[in-house]
């Protein structure tokens, strides 16, 4: 493959974005290839000093091959410009690239990614962060916690701080936007929304992001 070298039996090295989308819609690492239409890549500004990573992509990014441009990406958006951040000159990026769902007469129901999952997806997260090189990484959800830390973590014990990561990064963990669409009582969601918008800006804000 262009732009890529074997390292080991584990799967292929690679040192620019285009190669790794290549790269990655030939993934066979886990099962989840075989029900979704393609891979969904990380998109955005490749040396971006800001990258965040979601859970997984949805129905749309699936169909789409570009990630949050849902319903919770459209969140997103409107809390990344309350922050005073770009969409555009961020890395934007999931735990797991595949689309896991489940059938439900016509519809195409989310599920979790398990940890197998995780974990075999995390090669992916690990050249995106060595090609982009990004000072700041926002986890949002647990599950991308989970892949960004290599561990399972509590969102209220970690959030609001600056975890340092072993190739000199900083790490901040916050909700899914894909929570607030779950919450009915106005007020509660309005105040969760406003939590996540401080987390992004806080992030921004942090020594390293210009």
């Known amino acids: 493959m262009d732009g890529s070298a074997r390292a080991d039996d584990d799967g292929p090295v690679v040192t620019s974005l285009s190669a790794l989308r290549l790269a990655e819609n030939a993934c066979r690492r886990c099962p989840l290839y075989k029900h979704a239409t393609q891979a969904v890549p990380g998109?955005?500004?490749?040396?971006?000093?800001?990258m965040?990573?979601?859970e997984q992509p949805g129905d749309q990014e699936d169909k789409a091959g570009v990630p949050f441009v849902g319903?919770?990406?459209?969140?997103?958006?409107r809390a990344l410009e309350e922050a005073g951040i770009e969409r555009k000159r961020i890395f934007l990026t999931n735990a797991v690239k595949h689309f896991k769902h489940e059938i439900r007469g016509k519809r195409r129901l989310h599920k979790r990614p398990n940890?197998?999952?995780?974990?075999?997806?995390?090669?992916?997260?690990?050249?995106?962060?060595?090609?982009?090189?990004?000072?700041?990484?926002?986890a949002l959800?647990?599950?991308?916690?989970?892949?960004?830390?290599?561990?399972?973590?509590?969102?209220?014990k970690v959030r609001g701080q600056a975890i340092p990561l072993d190739d000199g990064a900083k790490a901040f963990v916050t909700m899914h936007p894909s929570a607030l669409l779950r919450i009915?009582?106005?007020?509660?969601?309005k105040r969760q929304y406003e939590a996540l918008v401080d987390d992004l800006r806080l992030a921004s804000e942090s020594k390293g992001f210009p």
Do not use: Y
Request: hydrophobic letters at 45%.
């Open 43 to 50: 998109h955005g500004l490749r040396a971006a000093s800001m």
């Open 52 to 54: 965040l990573v979601g």
């Open 71 to 77: 319903p919770a990406g459209r969140i997103l958006d």
């Open 115 to 138: 940890s197998f999952e995780i974990q075999r997806c995390r090669w992916w997260q690990d050249l995106e962060r060595a090609i982009v090189k990004p000072a700041v990484i926002v």
């Open 141 to 156: 959800g647990a599950t991308a916690a989970r892949s960004v830390l290599g561990r399972p973590i509590t969102i209220s």
């Open 184 to 189: 009915k009582n106005q007020s509660d969601k």
